[in-house]
């Protein structure tokens, strides 16, 4: 640990432990900076006057880790092509902590590529230089064009190789997100009926996210109905900017309604409707045209981990869950053709 003038907390480290496993950056041989975000770094209250490039280089590699800070993975399940894999995590990535930007919100901040850990499974952990700058690029453009996003403060080059298909240069990002806990984050603990951790979650989520309604009573369907209303919106500012993002696994879907994990993902060059960018999508589940599809879907996979949740007798429960999830076909309608007529 090093006394470096960024206010790092980490809330979620204060969860039980079932919800994370706490790990240590990999080292890196030579890390350089490679891009920085100046304006989101004040906005999260970092002065870059205070910190050289090295110094950057070395927090945002994860070789220097700042005082307050409690790397973490983050536990989760999910849906990924229709089928559930009940354990996945972040298996390339560690929260760094949360810092409280101008706004007065409390935004995560997580490396990426930053080396095994408890959730790697089978990987190395690390990314190659290529996707972290093409995710750089991507969310900052998503940000600039007005979309719900995470975003990007720093891309850092390791002096490490890897091996893909050949020998690539790896390197780390750092993406700053309004929360990180996604659809398969409640997956994960419905699927072992751990009904008291996922109040915990629901709880965590709606504090982070949705203040205004963390003093409903029957929470559980307020959170759901929120999440529904801005998924909606999200989606058709997707569709109306011909936006595909290629792998809307129920892993990679914020609860928080902001678009993350920029995979296969790509632009419309020309109107094609059935447009697939991810090559092992051979169904074409995740197509431009099926988007709207696939995020009912994976509400509908919210709403069933939520459901124990429910305050009201199950008949009641079901109705309510019924038209919630009904309500998402008119607002994304109604989003999208309003979008569509500017």
Not at 105 to 123: A, E, I, M, P
């Amino acid at each position: 640990m090093k006394n470096i003038p960024i206010a790092f907390e980490n809330t979620y480290s204060q969860l039980p432990d079932s919800f994370f496993s706490k790990a240590l950056p990999e080292k890196s041989s030579n890390p350089q900076l490679i891009a920085w975000n100046e304006e989101l770094a004040l906005r999260l209250g970092i002065d870059s006057n205070l910190l050289t490039d090295e110094t950057k280089a070395s927090i945002f590699s994860g070789n220097l880790i700042v005082e307050e800070s409690v790397p973490l993975a983050m536990v989760y399940a999910g849906h990924q092509f229709g089928h559930f894999s009940p354990r996945l995590g972040d298996g390339r990535a560690l929260l760094l902590g949360e810092l409280v930007g101008s706004d007065g919100k409390r935004y995560d901040v997580q490396l990426k590529g930053s080396g095994r850990n408890t959730f790697s499974r089978g990987g190395d952990g690390r990314s190659p230089l290529g996707p972290v700058l093409r995710e750089y690029l991507l969310s900052e453009a998503m940000h600039a064009l007005g979309v719900s996003t995470s975003r990007a403060l720093a891309a850092v080059e390791t002096g490490d190789f890897i091996y893909r298909d050949s020998c690539l240069q790896s390197a780390v990002f750092t993406r700053v997100a309004v929360s990180l806990i996604r659809v398969g984050s409640f997956e994960y603990f419905a699927a072992r009926g751990d009904k008291e951790n996922l109040l915990i979650l629901l709880k965590y989520a709606t504090n982070r996210m949705f203040p205004e309604i963390k003093d409903k009573a029957n929470l559980a369907y307020f959170f759901l109905s929120e999440v529904i209303t801005r998924q909606a919106q999200l989606i058709a500012h997707w569709m109306s900017l011909g936006f595909i993002h290629g792998v809307m696994n129920t892993d990679n879907f914020s609860v928080a309604a902001i678009t993350i994990d920029y995979g296969p993902c790509a632009f419309l060059d020309e109107f094609q409707f059935h447009k697939v960018f991810s090559s092992i999508d051979h169904q074409s589940r995740y197509s431009y045209a099926n988007q709207p599809n696939i995020a009912l879907w994976n509400l509908t996979k919210l709403a069933e981990s939520l459901f124990i949740l429910f305050e009201t007798p199950k008949q009641e429960t079901i109705q309510l869950i019924e038209s919630s999830l009904q309500a998402f076909i008119s607002i994304y309608e109604r989003q999208w053709l309003d979008r569509m007529r500017k």
